[in-house]
Each structure stands twice: as C-alpha cells, then as structure tokens.
C-alpha cells in the first residue's frame, strides 16, 4: 500500500472531509487536520488558489459554514502539499488505519486539541518526566490493557493503536511496574505526545523513568482507583473537548 494508492487517499479525503462537514464548527477542524500534516496556511491556500487570509478565516471562525466546494479543494489541497513533500503523513495515515480490538479498551479522536496538562488533571495524575512539556497538544488517546496488548498484539498491531495521528496520548492499564509500555514505546518508530500509565503500581521502574525522559515523552501516573473510573473521566475530556469546538 502506496502513500499514492487511490483507495488510501481516497479514503483519507472521505474522513477528513466528513469530519469538516459534521462538525459544528468546520474551522477548527480544518485548523485540526492542516496542523496533523503540518503543512502552512499559506502552503494550503496555494495549493487552493485564495490568499492564505482567506483559510485563516475560515479557521478562526470569521468565515462560517465552507461551502462543500470550499472542502473538497481544501482537503485536495493538503493531499497535494504532502504528496509533494514526498507523501509521510498519507503513508502513516494509511498504516494506522485500522485498530485492533483485542487490547483496546477505548479510543477517540479529539475534534479540537487538548493540552497534555489537561489529561493529566482528568486521570489525576502525577507527571514523573518532561513536565515543561505539558503545554503540548494531543489530538486524541488510546487505552490499552497492557496484559492483552503483550499477549496478542503483534509489532505492527501496536503501530495501529495509534488511530488517526500519533499527536495522542497512550495509555496503559493493568500496569505494575511501567517497564513493558516504555520499552515498547522505545522500540515503535511513532512515538506518543505522552504515556499514561495505571494499575497496581507501588513504585515506577526507573528504566521506564529513564526511557521516556531519554524520548522526551511525558510519564504520568494515574492515581484514579479503577479502570472504569479512567476511562469515565477520560471520555468526560473527549466531550469537554466536543463542546469546545462546538
């Protein structure tokens, strides 16, 4: 499967815009995907032909409601630009499109960005590395029940826990120590925005320490008493996150 495969792009063009014309505020989905491929306003505006004035609009919300001919040349744009610079970001899209259900106990797509910082308030959680880094954005996260994740995914199952964008968080429950989910993450060429990890943990491994800090990833452990309450405050930042593009 090529970055150049119609039935990838075409596919990816199908999501992208389908996430712009549902959402009740286009721009910010459109701000969303242009910063996932991490191409300029000026790059997608010339690309489309209208002066980057008229995409930053859009995205701000000056502009409401793009028109679905506005879109279509929209997502074509991004498509073109990264083609162009040699097709990654359709190629990592295709690789992660499809998610394995075995180990995976939720995952979701952030419609607008979330601070790291405030993930780390909805699992009540305390940051062990990178703290300057919670300031970043995520675009989404992944939960992973770690024990079914080492029995059943393979190398490239584990590539795909990382949905849409690897602008996410991972988030790995039954933990006990923290050694396993670092060192997988070390070893996988994606690497998260951050890692969250969550169990029975009385004390952290120091090389789970040792390797995030070595990735530049923040560790964060989840103090939350159960699974259910994890994934229950952290579906509560998935719609806060909804109601801010709204």
Not at 32 to 45: D, E, G, I, M, S
Not at 74 to 91: P, Q, T, W, Y
Not at 158 to 178: C, K, S
């Amino acid at each position: 499967m090529t970055s150049g495969s119609p039935s990838v792009k075409e596919a990816l063009a199908r999501r992208i815009a389908g996430e712009i014309v549902l959402s009740s505020n286009p721009g910010l989905v459109m701000r969303k995907w242009r910063r996932l491929f991490n191409v300029t306003q000026a790059a997608v505006a010339s690309a489309m032909g209208v002066k980057p004035s008229v995409v930053s609009d859009y995205e701000s919300g000056r502009r409401r409601n793009p028109g679905s001919t506005f879109i279509r040349r929209f997502v074509e744009a991004l498509l073109e630009v990264d083609e162009k610079a040699g097709g990654r970001h359709i190629s990592e899209f295709a690789r992660l499109a499809y998610t394995p259900l075995d180990a995976i106990l939720d995952v979701r797509e952030f419609p607008t960005p979330v601070k790291v910082r405030e993930l780390v308030e909805h699992v009540d959680g305390e940051v062990l590395t990178c703290p300057e880094k919670l300031d970043d954005e995520i675009y989404g996260y992944t939960v992973i029940d770690s024990i079914q994740a080492i029995r059943n995914l393979s190398g490239m199952d584990f590539y795909r826990v990382f949905g849409a964008t690897t602008v996410r968080a991972l988030v790995f429950t039954g933990v006990v120590r923290g050694r396993s989910p670092m060192v997988a993450v070390k070893i996988s060429p994606f690497k998260p925005k951050a890692v969250v990890i969550h169990g029975k943990v009385s004390e952290v491994d120091p090389l789970a320490i040792d390797l995030a800090s070595r990735e530049g990833i923040p560790l964060i452990l989840s103090r939350l008493p159960s699974v259910d309450e994890l994934l229950d405050s952290l579906r509560k930042l998935y719609f806060k996150s909804l109601q801010s593009g709204g």
